[in-house]
């Protein structure tokens, strides 16, 4: 089992850019979390997925982030006209539909906006 | 909304003594309480979980007992390894209508642990 894959670990844009964040559930997993991690907010809950449907996105900034769920296999967090303030580990988890409370974190995006 | 306070870092021990980090927490749901471990480069490890009040969880020596009267879930550990150097965060998780399971983290304890 290859746990939840995160790519790319580290990301740099320049202020202004775009950011695409991938993330790739375990296989059998229904659910999709992402998280933010910062030295200031500590842990922060973004958004989640069901079998592929937005449940809850009541972390998600409104202005500039977005994200998605194609298929059951992978996951996007995509930032636009990125911000210095946006710089942060982001986080996937995912878990089972039996085990929902029992999320399984990758390791993680650095993104570091210029 | 939902709040997780536990005890502030960082926390540096001696291998072979005891560990408490507090935690409490706040929110007007039936939570699930959580301890997850994170070990530098990677993400939060769950170290247990506890869905009942006045139950008792426990993984690798460490144990937490979720009292629902003092809204506490603290953290205990009988003797420390050098190993067990990382940040530990307590969560918790409610479900409304089978719709909500997002964990909401406290700041995190940074223990470290000399030999």
């Known amino acids: 089992n290859a746990g939840v894959i995160q790519t790319p670990r580290h990301k740099v844009t320049g202020k202004g850019q775009e950011a695409t964040l991938w993330c790739e559930p375990i296989?059998?997993?229904?659910?999709v979390f992402w998280y933010r991690q910062t030295i200031v907010q500590g842990l922060e809950f973004l958004t989640y997925?069901?079998?592929?449907?937005?449940?809850?996105d009541s972390g998600m900034p409104k202005e500039r982030f977005s994200a998605q769920m194609p298929n059951q296999s992978h996951s996007t967090l995509k930032i636009q006209s990125t911000q210095p303030q946006d710089s942060a580990v982001y986080l996937c988890?995912?878990?089972?539909?039996?085990?929902?409370?029992?999320?399984?974190f990758g390791p993680g995006t650095r993104l570091t906006v210029l | 909304g939902d709040s997780v306070t536990q005890t502030e870092g960082p926390v540096t021990l001696s291998e072979g003594t005891s560990l408490t980090v507090n935690c409490s927490y706040e929110?007007?749901?039936?939570?699930?309480l959580f301890w997850y471990v994170q070990y530098p480069g990677e993400g939060p490890q769950l170290l247990f979980k506890?869905?009942?009040?006045?139950e008792k969880g426990s993984s690798r020596g460490f144990e937490a007992t979720y009292n629902k009267e003092a809204t506490s879930f603290h953290l205990q550990k009988a003797s420390v390894q050098e190993s067990d150097s990382a940040v530990y965060y307590c969560?918790?998780?409610?479900?409304?209508?089978?719709?909500?399971?997002?964990?909401?983290f406290g700041k995190g304890t940074l223990l470290t642990v000399t030999p």
């Open positions: 988890a995912s878990s089972l539909q039996g085990a929902l409370y029992e999320q399984y």
């Open positions: 296989s059998g997993h229904s659910a």
């Open positions: 997925f069901r079998n592929q449907a937005p449940i809850d």
């Open positions: 929110t007007k749901q039936y939570p699930t």
């Open positions: 506890v869905p009942k009040a006045n």
């Open positions: 969560a918790l998780s409610w479900n409304s209508g089978g719709s909500n399971y997002k964990l909401t």
